[in-house]
Each structure stands twice: as structure tokens, then as C-alpha cells.
């Protein structure tokens, strides 16, 4: 392919007075985060190789499932079947819209200590994430390295969108000082979530962060803005840096100071518990499938292990991580990991 023909796939973009030739330049010398490829995610990463980005990091701890198909629109079929990490899945698809970008595919709970090696060499972060938990600590890294953010979220037909310059707009805490407790704010999981609120949301975030990346600040979206497609109603809330908030204000990083991460964590409406390791060890998956195809019902593939025995199915990623299905107690999960695993 020429570089002329390379010109031709973005002309309808490169005519734009906001993006025009320089915009495009800057687009493809740009370096973007998405962390969580999920139904927001998805259509980000979708959006932006297609505006021509040059680089995308693929950030995501699970695998395809068919509950994942109705929105979360880079994954097929043959990807449920394979049993695929979404990371994996969405960089195929995606070098198949465009072979010239870069695409580096992360399995990876995210988690203090690891977030800002993520982040650190990129232009602008995007939150395609499914929790609290993970928005404060990309909030707190992000305001110590400077780095620009785009929060979303949609749930049932709503969602909403931010973006968030370290130093200059509200942050995540300006806005929202404490994450809700566990339980009590309502996820896709337990509340269900129409496609098209979250392809909604995704092109707002794709659009401010091409924004970002050619360099326009003065047109990002610097409200809280609110969607309902099934009502129709669409607002925006004017928010502020707060003198008083605990992260932007008064410094505080508690999200990413936290003590050693929990080694599980229950996911959420998914009856199924995350149980990690710590250091991370390096498994030998090959090993590890020849010796429990002696006890139970083995699939596996390079990136991971799928376990199915008793009426629990535990899914091992090379880093020792697993997801045990079929139960939400943390003890039986942790002692299901010390039989079939070990510690
Ligand atoms: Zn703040």
C-alpha cells in the first residue's frame, strides 16, 4: 500500500478545519490507553484506529462471553468458542480494519502497582473500565503523571461522560468525592445496559480524545454530560475544580497508596470470584492443562487455562491469576485455587 492510498483511507477526516493535515499527522504519531475493552471500550478502540491513531494499548482482564456479544462490538462468536482474553480478541479485529497500527494487547488486572507503567507513555488515557474501583486509581495516577483522561460510563439506558485534564478541569473526586459503596451503584451486570447508550458514550469519548490528541483543549467537554436514549433527555452538569477535594485539591493519592491489592475480588452480578497472586508468578500453562486433564474437563489455548470440575469452571491466566465461576465466596474460591492451582 502507498502512502498516497494511506491518504485516501482518512480524506474525509483530513477536510475537517478541526483535524485538517497537521490534525492527521498528530493523530498518527499518537498514543492511547484503553483501559478496558468492553462495550465502551470496543467502540473507542474501533473509533480511533479508524481516525488513524498510530498506537493503542489494549487493557483488559477477561474473556470473551457470549453475554458480551450484544454490545461490545469487536468480539464475534469464534472468539467465545476459542475462549479468547478480550485484549487478544479486540487487537485482531482491529489490525484487521488497519494493519499500520500499533497494537499492544495487555491481559492484566490492573491494579497500584501496575497502573502507571501503563499509563506513563502515552498521550491519553481512556476509561473503558466496569468499576469504581479501577476509575479512582486511574484518577489518582493520572493527576500524578499529568495525564489526560476520558470517563464513561453507561448503565441501563443512561450514560455519562467526562473528560478530565489533570491541574486544569475537575477530577473524577472534584466530582464525585467517594467511590459508592460496594453494591449500592447499579452495574451493567446486575442492571442490564442497552448497545446503542454505550456506542453513544464511546463516540463522545473517542471524539474528545481525538481532541486531545490534535491539540484543541478549548473544545473539550469539560461537564458532566448526561445521556438517556430512551427518554431522549440529554444534559450537561458544570462542574469545577474543588480547592477542597481530597485527590486535585489536597493532594491525597489513597487509591494509589493502598496496602498490597486483595488477592480476591468478588466480580460483581457474575457469580464468580478473582483470585490473584502475589508477586505474580509465571505459570507453565502447558504443564499446568497435561496435569488437570487428569481430574476435570481441560480447554486451553497461549493465553489462558479453562478448568471445569465439581460444577466450577476456574479460568488461569499465565500470571497466576484465575476467575472461579459458580461461586461468590471468596474462601471457597481461594481454596478451590490451593487444590486445582496451588499457592
Ligand atoms: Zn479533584
Known sequence: ????????????????PVIGPAGQERLRTGRVCVLGVGAL????AALLVRAGVGFL???????????????QVLYEEGDVQAGLPKAVAAARALARIDHTVTLEPVVQDVDASSIRALIEDVDVV????????LRYLLNDAALDLGKPWVYGG???????TLTIVPGESACLRCVFPDPPPPGVAPTCDTAGVLGPVAAAIGAVQASEAIKLLVGDRA?????????DLWSLEIGRIPVARRADCPACGRGERAFLEAKAPSRTVQLCGRDAVQVSVYPRPELNL?????RLELLGAVQHNPYLIRFT?????????????AIVRGTTDPAVARALYARYIGM
Open 57 to 71: 494499548r489494549l487493557v483488559d482482564r477477561d474473556v470473551v462471553e457470549w453475554t458480551n456479544l450484544q454490545r
Open 126 to 133: 481512556v476509561d473503558g473500565s466496569d468499576n469504581f474501583e
Open 41 to 44: 471500550g470496543s467502540q473507542v
Open 219 to 227: 473544545s473539550l467537554n469539560r461537564s458532566l454530560l448526561w445521556l
Open 309 to 321: 470440575v465439581d460444577g466450577y469452571e476456574l479460568t488461569v491466566f499465565r500470571d497466576g491469576r
Open 286 to 290: 502447558e504443564e499446568l492443562a497435561a
Open 154 to 160: 453507561a448503565v441501563g439506558t443512561q450514560g455519562t
Open 1 to 16: 500500500m502507498t502512502s498516497e492510498e494511506q491518504r485516501g483511507r482518512h480524506h474525509r477526516q483530513i477536510l475537517l
